[in-house]
T-cell receptor, first 114, second 116 residues
Framework: KAGVTQTPRYLIKTRGQQVTLSCSPI?????VSWYQQTPGQGLQFLFE???????NKGNFPGRFSGRQFSNSRSEMNVSTLELGDSALYLC?????????????FGQGTRLTVV | AQTVTQSQPEMSVQEAETVTLSCTYDTSESDYYLFWYKQPPSRQMILVIRQEAYKQQNATENRFSVNFQKAAKSFSLKISDSQLGDAAMYFCAYRSAFRTGNQFYFGTGTSLTVIP
């Protein structure tokens, strides 16, 4: 069974540009969550999608947005990039996100904003 | 809001010895789930062990066990017979049982070094 796949693995962008990150969950998983990981702030929850609908949202500005497709693949978009957006972006998938179910993580996309 | 605190940024252990990583959390909820995740240099987070708050018995997975103290809001991870492959960043995480969805609250992590 294939794991959670995130593409691309590395990305370098210029301040002011926008970027789109992709996450393909494990087959059969309908919940996809996104996290930002930085040395100073640790792992912070961005948002979660379930069956193409945003179910939960963290405290990030509107420049961070996402969507989920009918095949459960998800994309995250960051517009007007700032230097502080440099981080490892992790995607996690699970069957439903209820109960003590495990979330499976991808290897992340390392975004560097210059 | 829930907060998770890991007070040990770095820990080290001799191979084959035992080490305990600390985690405390703050919540007003009565039911929740607690997890320990491991993040090796490959960056992929891997579940180590999970605990359901309403279960008094401490969870155990092979060499990994937890000491769950609900009243003290403490959730420590014990690694026995440490192996070189255990070297990684360890994150403690909380998830509500009342709120639908997969939103984890993570601690800041503990970097574990295993000394041969």
């Amino acid at each position: 069974k294939a794991g959670v796949t995130q593409t691309p693995r590395y990305l370098i962008k210029t301040r002011g540009q926008q970027v789109t990150l992709s996450c393909s969950p494990i087959s059969g998983h309908r919940s996809v969550s996104w996290y930002q990981q930085t040395p100073g702030q640790g792992l912070q929850f961005l948002f979660e999608y379930f069956s193409e609908t945003q179910r939960n949202k963290g405290n990030f500005p509107g420049r961070f947005s996402g969507r989920q497709f009918s095949n459960s693949r998800s994309e995250m978009n960051v517009s007007t990039l700032e230097l502080g957006d440099s981080a490892l972006y992790l995607c996690a998938s699970s069957m439903s996100g209820t109960g003590p179910t495990e979330a499976f993580f991808g290897q992340g996309t390392r975004l560097t904003v210059v | 809001a829930q907060t998770v605190t890991q007070s040990q940024p770095e820990m080290s252990v001799q191979e084959a010895e035992t080490v305990t990583l600390s985690c405390t959390y703050d919540t007003s909820e009565s039911d929740y789930y607690l997890f320990w995740y491991k993040q090796p240099p490959s960056r992929q987070m891997i579940l180590v062990i999970r605990q359901e708050a309403y279960k008094q018995q401490n969870a155990t997975e092979n060499r990994f066990s937890v000491n769950f103290q609900k009243a003290a809001k403490s959730f420590s991870l014990k690694i026995s017979d440490s192996q070189l492959g255990d070297a990684a960043m360890y994150f403690c995480a909380y998830r509500s049982a009342f709120r639908t969805g997969n939103q984890f609250y993570f601690g800041t992590g503990t970097s574990l070094t295993v000394i041969p």
